[in-house]
Each structure stands twice: as structure tokens, then as C-alpha cells.
């Protein structure tokens, strides 16, 4: 199945896969709502298109186009604004882009799914895009007159997906008694019995976590009698982006099955020895898998699914708003941290600009300062790489920042949570390398991009010394040139925001820049085996 946008040279639509998160609920009691997954499915079941721009609109409630009135925020190009195009109270968005489709194959289009807009409804269409040379449109539809309706800018207004043309007039619809189907009614049945069980066992002992008050049978597609149902059974949905499109806001990166590691030819003495650990280190992750093999889509995955599905086989993954209750992501401003530390004497890796092996080399940069002083240091004008408090100053400032532990919550997936925290301007970077442990990343303030190599692409990009790359920053031009197999590497961009953590698995490469005043922890004290740098071969 091929879906292609083409794209006039004026056109630059924001087409994206379609997320699985709302609003709505995120805001249900513990987000107890991202438990149905056919929601979760839906929400994320095709490709969205953004807002080019933020607008209000009101209808009076005639039925001509001029019953409609818009008002767009900024200087956007006539093309891409909303208009009043058919009457009857609709508004109309132009989609920049031709889609088509195999050859039979309709596109459904419509609004964002489980996403309802106060005085306004999408209108839903299907169109024969595998042979049709024309462009279509978005209309959306006021429920209530002289109310200001408003898109943000990005906001999805159209929403759209692939189904196969025909199937419905194929499909053979009727009714009969459950008792046709004795397998099936014994399966309901036992189902039944056991969900009035769990619920009576719920309401006797009240359990504390949240994934131990609902039975998880269909979300995790398995029948009553524990037996494994569909083998293509999802429980996560993760449409590819289009290839070549602009992207605007955050990338989505897309997942691997499996990390496979490819031979090394690396003139390293050691990179035999390398490639083995690599070997022994995913066996033995793989080893602590049981099998199952969906995927979830919630903003908190418990923890045995983040065992068998991202920790165990070594998969990076964002787990969006999973820190977003935390106290600190509200109150971490440089004020905040400033007042609440003080003059407390802190550590922190400085005079890193004009050092290429600043990395290698992290005792040579480390410098002290009073922690208010640094905080006005790096938010008054300062940015770039050449202060940075990193995890490698945590045991040191252990201490000084103990204030800030309060402001942090608990990770389901961690022994006694403890992180490493980082602090730093805009424009901080950490080189290509990979660690010797599984990593979660929590951002708390601020933003940071990350780029990701699995371990599999190694022999691409020039691991000569220790855990580092020779390249440095797989964005450089220069070192590309240097090193043009890296061209080849499968690289993940990746944007992690306040509130989201991101999973590195061990081995995994990376790369992080900050795009903003920013503080992450780092946290390693996984509830599972994490010492693959025991083993680790070392030149020394």
C-alpha cells in the first residue's frame, strides 16, 4: 500500500502521523480513559493535518458565505487561510497537497478522532484518491450561532486514512445466537466469570497502582484462558511519517522491533571485543523478555509492559507526560532554583568550547561556583556549551541540590528513584556515544533534541575510542565528510518536552542538544538487570 503527497512547489502542508494523547484524556482520573484502547487505536489510526495558522471564526447563524466571519492572527498567504466557501455555516481548509493512493483504494478524511470542538463539528468524507487529479478540502460545520470559535496554529484540523473500496459492498452481515458459536460463548462466558471476579477482588483490597485496577486481558490481547489471541493483535499505533516532508514542531522517531547488531569492521584493536559485549549485552536483555510483543499507547506504560516491550528488547521509546504531575516541571524557572538552592557551592563542566575531547576528558573541566551564581550566569545572556552541570558532577553536588529532590515524583519503573540531574543554557551539547547502561531521560524544564543510532550502525560511524564516535555530531558537514559512511547510518531525531522521558536503551547512540534553558535527570536504577558495563572491554 503507497501513500504519496505530491507537493506543488508553494504547497508546504504540516502532514504528520496522528498522535495518540487528548487533552481530555490526560485529564481523566489517573488518565484512566487511555485504558480503552480502541480509543488509544483510533486516535492514532491514520495521519493529521496542522493549522498553517491561528484563527477565530463565528457564524450568525444565516446561510450564505458571508454568515461566516474569520479572523487569522498574522501575516498568512491567502491560500492557506480558512474561508467561507459553501455557506450553510461551514468553514472550509484547502489541503496543500495531491494524495493518492493504490489503485483501490479510497482515502477517508475527516476531523481528529475522540477530539470534540465546543460550537463546531467536522464533516467526514471518503474519496477515490488512487485515480482523482484533484485536491480536496477540510470543512468543518458550527453547531451554535455567534459563538467565537478557535484553531491554535499546528492544531489538527483533518484527519485522514487508506480503506479499500468495495469491502462494504463485499461484506456479508447477519445475526444469530451465541449458542452458534460454542467456543466463542464458552470464551464470553469464562471472560464474564473472571471480570466479576477482578472487580470484586478490587473493590475488596484496593490496590494502590493504577495497573492493578483493571484487568488489562484485551489490551494486552490475550483470551480468558491465558492463551494468546490475534498474532497481529496491537495495542500501539505508530503511522510512518512521510518521507521528504517539511516537519514542523516535534519529530516523530520512528521504533525498531529489534536492535540487531551488524559486524564491525572497526581497525580498533578492541573491536572484536566490542562487537561480542554488544552480543552479550542484547542476549541477555532479550533474555528477560516473555514474549509478548505490543506495543501500548499511554502516556504511562506499566511497568511490566515497559519490561517486555522496551526494556527487555532493547526499543527507545517516549513516554509523553509521564513526569507531567511533578511539582518541578511547574516550578523549575532559574528564579525558582536559584532561590531554593542558594549560595550552595556547586560543580559544574567548564572551559568546554575550545576542547574537542571536553568528553573524554571531564575531570580537566570541572570548575565550582556558588549555584545562584551560575543559575545568572547561564540565563543572562550566556548560552552555548561552556557550563554545563552534567550527571558526571551528581555525586558532588549531591548535596547542594538536595533541596531540589522534594520537587521530584516517583517512575514506576525505577528501584528508589535517585537521578543525575542536568543544568544548563541553550546550546549545551553532548557528542555521538552511547552509554554503558539502559538510560531514562526526564525533561523538567525546557527542551532538548536528540539523535539516536541503534547499535546496529556502529560500524558507520567511527567508534575508535571508548564509547565515543570520531564524527562527534552526525550533523556536522565537515566530519560527514570525513566520515561519509555515516551518511548511511539510520539516524531518530527526536524532541523530548517538560514532563516527557525518553528510554535509551543500552548501546543505543545518541547525541543531545538543548534548545532552550533546560534542567533533565537521568535515572539508571532500573527495577531489572543494568550492569552491561561490567564487561565492557576497555583499552586499559
Known amino acids: 500500500m503507497e501513500l504519496t503527497c505530491y507537493l506543488h512547489p508553494s504547497w508546504h502542508p504540516r502532514i504528520r502521523p496522528a498522535g495518540s494523547k487528548r487533552e481530555w484524556m490526560d485529564a481523566t482520573p489517573e488518565s484512566f480513559a487511555y485504558r480503552c484502547l480502541p480509543l488509544a487505536i483510533a486516535n492514532a489510526h491514520g495521519w493529521e493535518v496542522g493549522s498553517p495558522c491561528a484563527f477565530r471564526a463565528r457564524w450568525n447563524g444565516g446561510q450564505g458565505v458571508d454568515a461566516v466571519e474569520i479572523e487569522v492572527e498574522g501575516d498568512v498567504p491567502e491560500s492557506q487561510r480558512p474561508v467561507s466557501l459553501f455557506g450553510s455555516g461551514t468553514i472550509t481548509f484547502h489541503i496543500e497537497g495531491l494524495i493518492r493512493t493504490s489503485p483501490g483504494y479510497n482515502l477517508w478524511v475527516g476531523g481528529p478522532p475522540n477530539a470534540a470542538k465546543h460550537g463546531i463539528a467536522p464533516l467526514t468524507g471518503v474519496i477515490e484518491t488512487d485515480w482523482s487529479p484533484y485536491t480536496f478540502t477540510m470543512n468543518w460545520r458550527f453547531t451554535a450561532p455567534g459563538e467565537w470559535v478557535r484553531f491554535e496554529e499546528d492544531e489538527p484540523f483533518c484527519f485522514f486514512y487508506p480503506v479499500e473500496r468495495g469491502l462494504i459492498d463485499r461484506v456479508e452481515a447477519r445475526m444469530r445466537p451465541l449458542s452458534d458459536a460454542p467456543e466463542l460463548e464458552e470464551a464470553f462466558m469464562a471472560w464474564s466469570a473472571s471480570r466479576d471476579a477482578f472487580q470484586e477482588h478490587v473493590a475488596r483490597t484496593q490496590p494502590e497502582a493504577p495497573s492493578d485496577r483493571w484487568q488489562k486481558l484485551y489490551y494486552r490481547g490475550v483470551c480468558p484462558n491465558g492463551e494468546p489471541g490475534a498474532a497481529d493483535h496491537q495495542a500501539k499505533l505508530r503511522p510512518p511519517a512521510f518521507q521528504n516532508a517539511p516537519e514542523k514542531g516535534r519529530c516523530p522517531m520512528a521504533t525498531q522491533a529489534k536492535a540487531v547488531v551488524a559486524a564491525v569492521s572497526d581497525p580498533h584493536p578492541i573491536a572484536a571485543q566490542r562487537q561480542a559485549w554488544r ?28 519490561l517486555d516491550l522496551f526494556y527487555a528488547p532493547g526499543v527507545p521509546v517516549l513516554i509523553e507526560g509521564l513526569a507531567a504531575n511533578w511539582p518541578a516541571v511547574g516550578q523549575w524557572t532559574p528564579e525558582y532554583l536559584a532561590e531554593k538552592v542558594g549560595h550552595a557551592e556547586i560543580t559544574y563542566q567548564g572551559g568546554r568550547n575550545g576542547a574537542a575531547d571536553f568528553e573524554l576528558a571531564k575531570d580537566r573541566h570541572i570548575r565550582t561556583m556558588p549555584f545562584d551564581a551560575y543559575i545568572d550566569a547561564v540565563t543572562g545572556g550566556e548560552t552555548g556549551n561552556d557550563a554545563y552541570i552534567t550527571a558526571y558532577n551528581s555525586t558532588a553536588n549531591k548535596a547542594a541540590l538536595a533541596p531540589l529532590m522534594a520537587d521530584l515524583g516517583q517512575v514506576p519503573y525505577l528501584d528508589e528513584a535517585e537521578g543525575m540531574l542536568w543544568i544548563g543554557p541553550q546550546g549545551t551539547f553532548t557528542p555521538l556515544h552511547h552509554d554503558l547502561t539502559n538510560n531514562l531521560l526526564v525533561q523538567v524544564t525546557g527542551a532538548k533534541r536528540l539523535h539516536l543510532i541503534p547499535p546496529s550502525e556502529t560500524h558507520l560511524i567511527a567508534n575508535t575510542r571508548h564509547v565515543f564516535s570520531d564524527l562527534h555530531d552526525i550533523l556536522d558537514e565537515e566530519k560527514l565528510a570525513q566520515y561519509p559512511a555515516a551518511r548511511q547510518a539510520v539516524c531518530y531525531e527526536i524532541d523530548i ?44
Open 497 to 540: 518536552l517538560p514532563g516527557d522521558a525518553l528510554f535509551i536503551p543500552v548501546g543505543w547512540w545518541h547525541q543531545v542538544r538543548s534548545l532552550s534553558f533546560n534542567t533533565m535527570l537521568t535515572y539508571t536504577n532500573f527495577l531489572w538487570p543494568n550492569d552491561a558495563y561490567k564487561d565492557f572491554p576497555t583499552d586499559q
Open 279 to 306: 552480543e552479550r549485552t542484547q542476549k541477555r536483555q532479550a533474555a528477560l523478555a516473555d514474549g509478548l510483543t505490543a506495543i501500548p499507547i499511554l502516556p504511562t506504560i506499566p511497568a511490566e509492559t515497559f
